[in-house]
């Protein structure tokens, strides 16, 4: 199982990078379309929806990799119990509206596929589309935090501490 989280997690994260190098190609198409004299329709709509497919994605890869930003000042100045209790709490909310953020995720693209949704540029994307890749995302994100409170809650460290020791060691 926990092969399977890691490579859920690093295939989330090289998905992400993906879409990256996809808006990549969408502006540069779009440059050299415009100096050859006619224009791509909808780059804006497929970078825009490429870019919140690759933020989405890329959450919990970087959660892992302990990428996300953290405040350590006042967690420094805890006694290893009260940041284990503190950790726990932190990752158990945090699971918890991801839980509430995916499913409402999920229920807006169940919504946009029921109701036929498209977008409003000269390409009429069905919209489920780009927002399933944000529904993936999130919920990969919310695993990876569920991931993380079950391993605090069996006394480990968590993934994104172990990284910023080694950070933190690498700068001394």
Not at 73 to 89: G, M, N, T, V, Y
Not at 160 to 167: C, F, I, S, T, V
């Amino acid at each position: 199982m926990r092969r399977f989280l890691d490579d859920l997690y690093t295939f989330s994260g090289a998905l992400a990078g993906l879409f990256i190098v996809a808006i990549t190609l969408v502006i540069l198409a779009q440059i050299v379309s415009r100096w050859l004299g006619f224009i791509i329709p909808s780059t804006d709509d497929l970078s825009g929806f490429f870019l919140a497919a690759s933020s989405f994605l890329g959450l919990a890869y970087t959660l892992k990799q302990g990428g996300h930003i953290r405040v350590n000042l006042a967690i420094q100045r805890l006694s290893s119990r009260q940041r284990h209790k503190q950790e726990l709490l932190v990752l158990a909310v945090g699971s918890a509206l991801g839980t509430l953020m995916s499913w409402h995720l999920g229920y807006m693209v169940y919504e946009s596929w029921v109701f036929e949704d498209v977008s409003v540029g000269y390409l009429p994307i069905p919209l489920w589309m780009p927002q399933s890749s944000m529904f993936i995302g999130m919920l990969v994100f919310n695993i990876a935090l569920v991931d993380e409170f079950v391993r605090v809650a069996r006394g480990q460290k968590p993934c994104y501490q172990d990284h910023e020791d080694e950070l933190n060691f690498e700068e001394v």
